[in-house]
């Protein structure tokens, strides 16, 4: 610890007597200085043991003295020492007076203890107490990284939180909290999430102090990563400010926390190339040889049933669909990038990614991303963590631009996101076009995500809402309802009524309230117009789809 004015007090050979403020004596000092200005606090910077012999001073003037010694006080001088014998064969009363009044110590200097040698103590004990603290901090800096070697970010944590005597937590690029030491700082962590996502906004590496509630501690974050994208977020709660050693601990702490991220980037990196690899093999239906690759990096994954997710920018879905006239997207080969290593802040891919895999990092589930051009695909367990966590997301994304309003193509920030239904590994490709029919109707309909299963039980009619299909119907009913638009006849109506009824005679005309030979009449001009035969199922079926999707358009 720094110098104090009773440990000089306690030097044997400086030989010092307290003469006021006994109570004060604990007050560390940061200089010893010597000054025989009547008025030297323009050049005190506050901490500072002033050393006098009163030249220039009235030291018998009480008044003087209690402006003096105010001043003092004012600009955080902690300390008078006062030499006899020079100027004074002892300390006039009314610097005492005024010392007490003021509770400044004042300490009585003999004249055989030179100025010289209090600063020399002082100095040395400065030293001294530096020395300390950066072997403290180096010894603290070797068992943080032995901890972190043996036990990982855990291990550092505990020995970081013990190092400073608090607390200190690790959060994801999420802002979730992934780790804390002890156990009990993961709520106070939890609480803290707002402030580190501020942070994340700020230019890396960034760092800031936060209050906790009704001053329950004082917290650093401090961000981790290198370059403009943060990747994790550090914070150490204590009850005071850290001393040199303790911040010696900080610093190397989000050092060490720095370097396993950016190995974890590169690790990555060669995750997402195996994992392409392994998806190819998986959609070529060699699930056998995707096992083999993959070997132990995804656990049990291409074993139990799980989902395979497509995602794409809202941005990227128009163009493809502008591009494509709404035509199926065949799978493109999945190509390895590095996603994670990118800066792309605002990149809802990104984010899915980094939502996706803390969400089974934190469940302990395995989970396959790849970036695959544009688009991200997704491997992972049925019913788990991630699945939830994508589902999560993406309703979130819609919730924020609101469930009415309709998506524009200038919506970059927005996802569109198919899900396909529980499939195993020899169905991969399968499931990878159902997620891409999911995928396509999500598109169509502007919501941000759509399970294949969902298109199974619902209705095919919402389908028909597509301006593609209106655009077919209103061109094979045009001549009909131009025929009707004459008033010779109600020929629309007619072959409604007959497709509804599977083409009987009599139950279609009872409808009608017409006689079946009227029918039967109509149906002929309808064959006759159309140029096609009624009795082609095929002709029936499209007739049918285009009279419903005129109703469906209010028509």
């Not at 020079?86 to 203890?113: C, F, M, Q, S, W």
């Not at 107490?129 to 990284?145: C, H, I, K």
């Not at 979730?176 to 803290?192: C, H, K, N, Q």
Request: net charge negative; proline share 5%; aromatic share 4%.
């Amino acid at each position: 610890m720094p110098p104090t004015l009773a440990s000089l007090v306690h030097h044997s050979a400086l030989k010092l007597t307290v003469r006021a403020g006994e109570d004060r004596l604990d007050v560390p000092v940061r200089w010893a200085h010597v000054s025989e200005l009547a008025d030297p606090v323009p050049y005190m910077e506050g901490g500072e043991l002033l050393l006098i012999t009163a030249l220039k001073l009235d030291a018998e003037d009480p008044a003087a003295m209690r402006r003096y010694v105010k001043r003092l006080v004012g600009a955080g001088v902690v300390g008078l020492g006062f030499a006899v014998g020079v100027n004074y064969e002892e300390i006039p009363k009314a610097l005492v007076d005024a010392a007490r009044g003021e509770r400044l110590p004042l300490l009585e200097v003999p004249r055989r203890t030179p100025f010289l040698a209090i600063s020399k103590a002082v100095s040395a004990a400065i030293a001294a107490d530096q020395y300390r603290a950066v072997t403290a901090g180096f010894a603290a800096q070797r068992e943080l990284t032995r901890q972190a070697l043996s036990d990982g970010p855990e291990g550092l944590l505990a020995a970081l939180a013990a190092q400073v005597d608090g607390w200190a937590a690790l959060y994801d690029a999420s802002g979730a909290v992934v780790a804390a030491a002890p156990e009990w700082a993961a709520r106070r962590a939890g609480r803290l999430t707002p402030d580190v996502e501020r942070l994340r906004e700020r230019t890396a590496p960034a760092s800031c102090v936060v209050g906790g509630p009704s001053g329950e501690d004082r917290v650093e974050l401090h961000s981790l990563g290198t370059g403009r994208r943060r990747r994790a977020a550090l914070a150490v709660g204590t009850a005071a400010a850290p001393g040199t050693a303790e911040r010696y601990a900080v610093h190397s702490a989000v050092a060490l926390l720095t370097l396993t991220t950016e190995r974890s980037r590169s690790l990555h990196a060669a995750e997402q190339r195996i994992g392409a690899a392994v998806l190819r093999m998986l959609l070529a239906g060699e699930p056998d040889h995707a096992r083999a690759v993959a070997g132990d990096l995804y656990g049990n994954l291409l074993d139990a049933p799980f989902r395979l997710i497509l995602a794409e920018s809202a941005s990227a879905s128009a163009a493809r669909a502008h591009a494509e006239g709404h035509a199926r997207v065949a799978p493109a080969p999945p190509a390895a990038a590095k996603l994670a290593a990118a800066d792309t802040d605002g990149d809802p891919l990104e984010g899915l990614a980094e939502t996706v895999e803390s969400a089974a990092a934190r469940a302990g589930e395995a989970v396959l991303v790849v970036p695959e051009g544009e688009r991200l695909v997704v491997l992972t367990v049925d019913g788990g963590a991630a699945v939830g966590a994508c589902q999560e997301y993406a309703f979130a994304v819609q919730a924020t631009r609101g469930a009415t309003r309709e998506r524009s193509p200038a919506d970059e920030d927005e996802l569109v996101v198919g899900m396909s239904a529980p499939a195993g590994p020899i169905a991969a490709a399968a499931a990878y076009k159902q997620a891409e029919q999911a995928l396509s109707v999500a598109r169509r309909r502007g919501r941000s995500l759509v399970e294949h299963e969902e298109l199974a039980a619902g209705s095919v009619l919402p389908l028909l809402a597509d301006d593609a299909v209106r655009a077919f119907a209103d061109g094979l009913l045009r001549a009909l309802r131009e025929h009707d638009a004459t008033g010779r006849g109600d020929l629309v109506a007619s072959l409604r009524a007959w497709l509804s009824r599977h083409g009987q005679w009599d139950a279609a005309a009872a409808d009608l309230g017409v006689h079946r030979h009227t029918l039967r009449y109509r149906m002929r001009r309808v064959e006759e117009i159309l140029g096609r035969s009624l009795d082609d199922p095929d002709v029936r079926m499209e007739l049918w789809l285009a009279l419903k999707a005129t109703a469906a358009a209010g028509e």
